[in-house]
């Protein structure tokens, strides 16, 4: 079935560090991908999404590119903020279905001072 | 940031009890769908709705679970008799299509004691 798959469970970095979340996933169709971010106390809230090969999506500094080859759209960013605490979520859309979201198990990022 | 408003944000219930969680969508959004996130931050969805239309619905909401979005009201989700794997952030998205992008409430987390 479709599914997403998310390598780090839990990344902790410092101030000003370059971090990678790498997302893969694996789809029947063709996807749209997303990035969301979740806040202790919230739900999810989107940073961005991506419909095509090659197509980058971007916000608040974060960015990912889809790759159809690599079936990937991993998350980047140059400099991290404490403020970017939280857990990331992938996910995939299939094209022509009834819109319902397949999510990754989510990236814990702590950033410490 | 989301509009989506989800109400009561806890819920607390015994086995057996039924609980019924509300939400709003945003104004203008037709389609709402609704998901469970599991203490190990799994994303299941549940069921969704354009309109007062089900669109698609998996095999335990057509169980014990209950859901109905009519019209000028809140849309709302019913477990009939909860369990306590039922215990779970329960998180209600709404968007102006089924191809466009889902904006989360902050959820009603349930606790079945």
């Known amino acids: 079935g479709d599914s997403v798959t998310q390598t780090e469970g839990q990344v902790a970095l410092s101030e000003e560090d370059f971090l990678t979340i790498h997302c893969n996933y694996s789809?029947?169709?063709?996807?749209?991908l997303f990035w969301y971010v979740q806040y202790p106390g919230e739900g999810p809230q989107l940073l961005f999404r991506a419909s095509r090969d090659k197509e980058k999506g971007s916000s608040r500094g974060f960015e990912a590119t889809y790759d159809k080859g690599t079936t990937s759209f991993h998350l980047r960013k140059a400099s991290v903020q404490e403020s970017d605490s939280a857990v990331y979520y992938c996910a995939l859309r299939i094209t022509g279905n009834t819109g319902k979201l397949i999510f990754g198990l989510g990236t814990t990022l702590q950033v410490q001072p | 940031n989301s509009k989506v408003i989800q109400t009561p944000r806890y819920l607390v219930k015994g086995q057996g009890q039924k609980a019924k969680m509300r939400c709003i969508p945003e104004k203008g959004h037709p389609v709402v769908f609704w998901y469970q996130q599991n203490k190990n931050n799994e994303f299941k969805f549940l069921i969704n709705?354009?309109?007062?239309?089900?669109?698609?619905q998996i095999d335990m909401t057509e169980k014990r679970f209950s859901a109905e979005c009519p019209s000028n009201s809140p849309c709302s989700l019913e477990i009939q008799s909860s369990e306590a794997g039922d215990s779970a952030l329960y998180l209600c998205?709404?968007?102006?299509?089924?191809?466009?992008?889902?904006?989360f409430g902050p959820g009603t987390r349930l606790t079945v004691l």
């Open positions: 998205a709404s968007s102006l299509s089924r191809h466009y992008e889902q904006y």
């Open positions: 789809a029947s169709g063709y996807p749209t």
């Open positions: 709705f354009q309109n007062q239309e089900v669109l698609q």
